[in-house]
């Protein structure tokens, strides 16, 4: 079968492997689609290589069928189009023991820690499966993983029914969680400093905020009769907005720490004691959080048609890659299963 691999420094690369039969506990799914992401940046630029045992066949935003049933699995039908909760962990550590096993403190991210989706035929523990309903399209149901992503960061934010959310960043993610937080009935302003992005949110009627030419403190206080904005949710990764996050917040707002940040950042503590805000981080996602990213997909909530900006073939993954790398693109998904 053919899988592509990351190899270290950098170099992605296609592969051909055989296929192995899926051990007991483990279902075999046939892939269909694999959704590239920022954290396959992360891998391919070796950010993660202290995790990472290469090659690694990466990915894990992904739709398939199911292709083979290994011993001791039940609930489960060959063809059936399902998806993966890409975490496993080991029921022991303190973590999972106070009932929070998706953050474990010994997590295995599948497709980082362990292979991952981009290959044909996938290995999976069968507790990962998360059904998908008949009439989901397997295009959309890739985005089922980054969809419960929002999900948990929403749900984590704590947000109300009329709460005004600030969403720092309107990448694939960013603009996820402004779709699900205006789902949930919050009122929701998108900032972000590129034209392309901001054109993007506001075709799916998004305010959106350019921080360059707006002052971004100002329009949010007016928003909000002075207040400040209920909820923050910092998605884009810069030093900058983690600086200003802070000035965006009501008193006793809360501030949503989403993007991965590589080294530690500066923050306003003194806005924080000022205004007593509550800072909560929002890492991956819970079983739950899964099954609501179906719905949303299943009844149309998710701009899904919007949100893919095309589909390549296996054999073109790493210049998606490079496309995503420059921002040329919002959300690319790899047919696995075409041969060109």
Request: hydrophobic letters at 45%.
């Amino acid at each position: 079968m053919r899988t592509v691999q990351y190899l270290g420094d950098a170099t992605v690369a296609v592969a051909h492997v055989e296929p192995t039969p899926p051990p007991r506990g483990y279902v075999q799914i046939a892939v269909a689609y694999t959704g590239l992401c920022g954290t396959d940046l992360h891998v391919v630029h070796g950010s993660m290589d202290s995790r990472v045992t290469t090659p690694l066949s990466f990915g894990h935003e992904m739709s398939g069928t199911v292709a083979r049933i290994g011993e001791g699995v039940s609930g489960w039908r060959i063809g059936a189009p399902v998806t993966v909760m890409p975490l496993s962990w080991d029921g022991t550590c303190p973590a999972c023991r106070a009932g929070h096993s998706h953050i474990c403190q010994n997590l295995d991210f599948i497709g980082i820690d362990s292979p991952g989706s981009l290959q044909e035929f996938w290995n999976v523990p069968a507790e990962t499966l998360v059904a998908l309903p008949d009439g989901l399209p397997l295009t959309h149901a890739a985005l089922v993983e980054p969809t419960a992503v929002a999900v948990h960061d929403v749900r984590r934010s704590g947000l109300r029914h009329g709460d005004k959310a600030v969403v720092i960043g309107g990448g694939p993610i960013g603009t996820l969680i402004a779709t699900v937080a205006r789902r949930f009935g919050g009122e929701v302003v998108l900032v972000e400093l590129d034209e392309r992005r901001r054109a993007q949110a506001a075709s799916l009627g998004f305010t959106t905020l350019d921080p360059t030419s707006v002052d971004q403190v100002a329009w949010i206080e007016e928003w909000t009769g002075g207040a400040g904005a209920d909820v923050v949710f910092e998605v884009s990764g810069s030093a900058a907005a983690v600086r200003g996050a802070t000035a965006l917040a009501k008193v006793r707002g809360t501030l949503v720490v989403v993007a991965i940040h590589g080294v530690p950042r500066e923050i306003d503590l003194q806005r924080v004691f000022w205004r007593e805000l509550t800072i909560v981080g929002a890492r991956v996602y819970e079983r739950a959080d899964f099954e609501t990213a179906v719905e949303l997909l299943a009844e149309g909530h998710i701009p899904a048609d919007a949100l893919i900006t095309r589909i390549v073939p296996l054999s073109e993954t790493a210049a998606a890659i490079a496309d995503l790398e420059q921002g040329l693109a919002m959300k690319v998904l790899v047919d696995v299963a075409d041969a060109s």
